[in-house]
């Protein structure tokens, strides 16, 4: 690991959040960059990891968000792109589009300057990439060489969204009036001022900034602090590119110019506007910037003068010196904007202390000094008293104060402010947190997870900030719980179908159908449409069992039919079917037993009509019946559904007797039979 905390990324493989970081390529003020592998897309992204000790300051994390919000809203050939932003192994980290090459600042430090077509060119594509962000309202605020990159087709690609805000809505967590945000070297004379009404005039100044130097190889101002060189971005008349890099056209010169005029309506208005004017410089033709551009001579005498001040030791005022209002204001401006901007800036300064040349206005400073840190300490505590609930307004003001006023009983002051604000705040949140909790847990008894997880969702708004990691944990606790809840139904459900027990699966199904866990209804609709399906594909293998069983059953009744019927003996053969009807087992199968259920009372009509006609041959008539055996005579005696009596006169030794004949009428053809049924 390395002093910072950030992953060393070297010997044993490291991976921090699905990414395996293969290099680290850069480290900065927001920690290290890395050249990484994006294992879901088997990809090479850059990565950037905030240390963890700036992961503990909100205001380091809130603009590591920032940055990554602000890529993501962009996509733009010459915007390096967002991919991803998260969490994992106690490290924050940034996914965004790797880009093999090199800075424009790496350039400057190596070959001094750029030619001034190949300046215009890498400008006009930073520009069209600001412009893109501007209608998205964003702007950068942080523009100069080292944020611009330079890939190996030699295109190039704006980075480091940092500091980049919204020019709507703006949080004023991330931008207090008098704080000075930006880069020395390019900074905006409103930037420099703490102003917070930004808009996209702000970053055509850092860009001509950034223009200026890329042509002549030094800053625009130069000087020993921040301060200073924010100060002449105040005050002084910028050199003409000219002047300081021999041979630069005049019309390039014009159009930077334009871009550093201190007053925002004096500049471009848009960035369209400066591609406009570098497209006419690098076609040979006059931008407009040249149109009515006049200078005072006492004005250049002047600014030449300054500059040539610039470029040497600093030269303290007097007190009482200066243009009145103008060397009070710049003092505190100043001041205030190098307390900030050493929280809240980045690097880009010499820190190499040098002897002043006059010692007595030093003192002077440091007097300025201590009375700006008792104002900041004033309106610290004004603040806090006034935004009782704004508890990291307050807190992150008395830090302000805090780092800025090392060595003096401000610190301590400040340090007893935020003990003691902190102490208030860590109350409130226990007290919001139980208020919370106790109505979350209330719903979660009655089974609504996603009600109980809504509740962590909508936090007082003063206390969001402290109270988000409670409010993870406890949403994280209740989406176990209903997961744990659904997971167990969901392997039981998959138990029984498994098993063939659909109705089973239902039941385990149906016990968890009161859980109210939005996340999971797609697959527990899933699931039920899949017991349902196979519940009813049960229920038709059971009928089809049971169809084939009643046929078989009824088959054996027809067996026995056909019997009867081919013994003649339709009673029988009847009964056989009224039997097949009254069978319970065989209603499965009910359309198919009715129709013999018919055939058996005709059945029975048919055997009454014969019964009929044979009783009326009982007359003491001798009759005669034609047989499948033979003709068979005699009187008719008795009738019934099986036979008929007959009464036949025989002979033996030569003397007559009577007996009785039985005649089966299962024995009579069927002439016969239709002869009876007819009558005759």
Known sequence: MAADGTPEGQGPTKVIGGYELLAKVGTGGMGAVYKARQASLDRVVALKILPPRLARDQDFLARFFREARAAGRLNHPNVVAGIDVGEADGYFYFAMEYVEGETVGDILRRDGGLSETRSIEIVRQVAGGLAHAHKQNLIHRDIKPDNILIDADGAAKLCDLGLARSTVDEDATVTQAGTAIGTPFYIAPEQARGERDLDARTDVYGLGATLFHMVAGVPVFEGQTSAVIMAKHLNEPPPELSKVAEGTGAGLSAVVAKCLEKEPGRRYQSMTNLVDDLDRVASGE????????????????????????????????????????????????????????????????????????????????????????????????????????????????????????????????????????????????????????????????????????????????????????????????????????????????????????????????????????????????????????????????????????????????????????????????????????????????????????????????????????????????????????????????????????????????????????????ADLTAAARARLRGGT
């Open 286 to 665: 006059r931008p407009a910037a040249m149109a009515g551009r006049v200078r005072r001579a006492s004005a250049s005498g002047e600014a030449r003068g300054r500059s040539a001040a610039s470029r040497g030791s600093v030269v303290a005022m007097k007190p009482g010196s200066g243009s009145g209002p103008m060397a009070i204001g710049l003092t505190a401006a100043v001041v205030i904007g190098l307390v900030l901007f050493v929280i809240f800036g980045r690097g880009g300064v010499s820190t190499t202390k040098r002897r002043p040349l006059i010692e007595s206005p030093r003192s002077t400073e440091q007097k300025t000094d201590d009375g700006n840190i008792k104002e900041m300490f004033e309106y610290a505590r004004k603040y806090a008293e006034g935004h009782a609930e704004d508890y990291d307004g307050a807190l992150s003001k008395f830090e302000a104060v805090r780092k800025a006023a090392s060595g003096t009983k401000y610190q301590l002051m400040a340090a007893d402010a935020i003990k003691e604000i902190t102490s208030r705040r860590d109350e409130a949140v226990k007290k919001a947190a139980a208020g919370l909790r106790a109505s979350s847990d209330a719903l979660a008894a009655r089974r609504d997870f996603d009600g109980a997880v809504a509740v962590w969702t909508e936090l007082p708004s003063a206390l969001a900030g402290a109270m988000k990691p409670d409010a993870d944990r406890e949403t994280a606790a209740l989406r176990s719980k209903a997961e744990g809840l659904l997971r167990t139904a969901e392997a039981e459900a998959n138990r029984h179908l498994g098993a063939g027990r659909a109705s089973e699966a239902l039941k385990a199904l149906d016990a968890v159908r009161n859980v109210k866990y939005s996340a999971w209804d797609a697959k527990l609709t899933h699931l039920r449409a899949r017991a349902r399906q196979a519940q009813a594909s049960a229920a038709d293998t059971v009928r089809q069992r049971a169809s084939a069983a009643a046929r078989a059953k009824l088959a054996a009744y027809l067996v026995d039919f056909e019997k009867a019927v081919a013994g003649g003996d339709l009673k029988a053969a009847g009964g056989a079917l009224r039997r097949a009807e009254a069978d319970a087992s065989l209603r499965v199968i009910a359309a198919e037993v009715k129709p013999l259920a018919d055939v058996a009372a005709a059945l029975g009509k048919s055997g009454s009509a014969e019964r009929a006609a044979i009783e009326a041959l009982k007359d003491g008539r001798k009759h005669s019946f034609q047989t499948t055996k033979g003709t068979m005579s005699g009187i008719v005696k008795k009738v019934t559904a099986e036979e008929i009596v007959l009464s036949v006169e025989g002979m033996m030794n030569r003397k007559a007797f009577i007996y009785e004949k039985r005649l089966r009428m």
